[in-house]
């Protein structure tokens, strides 16, 4: 493992559409999109296309989804990666690793490079150290600013601390525009559960605004498994649709394993 190994993408056919409500979200995404889509336009106007986007906010929330969504929308090669598959024991390898990720993510552009817990490699450097973690970072850093201006590149970042990340990162021309998503307000709640029932038989005292109210306060990737909880359910019941009673089990089901996860925390 030398940090030579090629990187991988996809074009992903997500697209806003799969995202359910974050409409706030999505209104900043979209000029991105036209950034990504119409970069001359910007040029000419003497205007820099932003090289880095940076989600923060809570687990679960949509921001990978959302990244691949922008990819989608763009039509862009989709670069998915975790700030730790960078984190190396031998140094040099990490920075190996950033700057072939690049290297391919400008010669397939366009390109949305996801970097999902940048933290990872993203956190305070320590004055002085030079270890294989700031290297990584040092690397990233490098990248971002050599960027040739005709290149089609842009990256996203996410994280659940922004607080713990190294100042250099966030500078302009870095990550300059920092987007929060937090856990999904009552309204896309609603259409998240939606968007998990849809391919699901539904009884007809299925209610999902109901389930909605009770659900206050769990992310969107809570949301999707008391989609498929309930479903389980209903299958282990030898029930032909899914009803009510099973989301309400599926919903208990889940606060019950947030309740002990925090309880292991005390
Ligand atoms: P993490 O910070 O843990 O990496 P994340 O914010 O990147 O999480 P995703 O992986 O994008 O979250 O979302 C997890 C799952 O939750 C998704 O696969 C999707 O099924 C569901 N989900 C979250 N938000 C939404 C949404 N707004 N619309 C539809 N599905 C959603």
């Known amino acids: 493992d030398n940090g030579n190994e090629d990187a991988n993408f996809s074009k992903p ?16 995404l979209v000029e991105l999109v036209d950034f990504i889509k119409n970069p001359d336009k910007y040029k000419k106007m003497g205007a820099k296309i932003p090289k880095g986007v940076l989600f923060h906010g809570p687990p679960g929330t949509g921001k990978t989804l959302l990244a691949a969504s922008v990819a989608g929308e763009t039509n862009s090669a989709f670069f998915n990666t975790t700030g730790s598959e960078f984190v190396e024991k ?10 072939t990720l ?5 010669k397939e552009a366009p390109s949305i490079i996801f970097i999902d817990e940048i933290d990872a490699i993203g956190a305070k450097r320590h004055l002085e150290s030079n270890n294989e973690k700031d290297q990584t970072l040092n690397q990233l850093l490098v990248e971002m600013d050599g960027f040739n201006k005709d290149t089609n590149v842009i990256i996203i970042g996410a994280t659940n601390r922004l607080d713990l990340l190294d100042e250099a990162l966030l500078r302009p021309g870095r990550f300059d525009r ?4 937090g856990n999904p307000n009552y309204y896309t709640r609603c259409e998240i559960l939606k968007v998990h029932t849809n391919d699901k038989p539904l009884d007809d005292s299925v209610n999902l605004e109901e389930l909605a109210k009770k659900t206050h306060g769990l992310s969107g990737a809570h ?23 099973h989301f ?4 208990e089901r889940i606060l019950a394993g947030l309740e002990s ?3 292991k925390l005390i």
Do not use: C, M, P, W
């Open 13 to 28: 056919k997500t697209t806003f559409k799969d995202v359910a409500g974050l409409e706030e979200v999505k209104e900043e």
């Open 90 to 99: 031998y140094v040099g390898v990490g920075a190996k690793r950033v700057r």
């Open 102 to 106: 690049f290297e391919k993510a400008r």
């Open 178 to 181: 920092h987007i929060y998503i």
């Open 223 to 245: 949301l999707s498994n008391i989609a498929n909880e309930a479903a389980i359910i209903a299958v282990r019941e030898s029930k032909n649709v899914i009803n009510q009673d």
């Open 248 to 251: 309400n089990q599926a919903i």
């Open 261 to 263: 996860k925090n309880s």
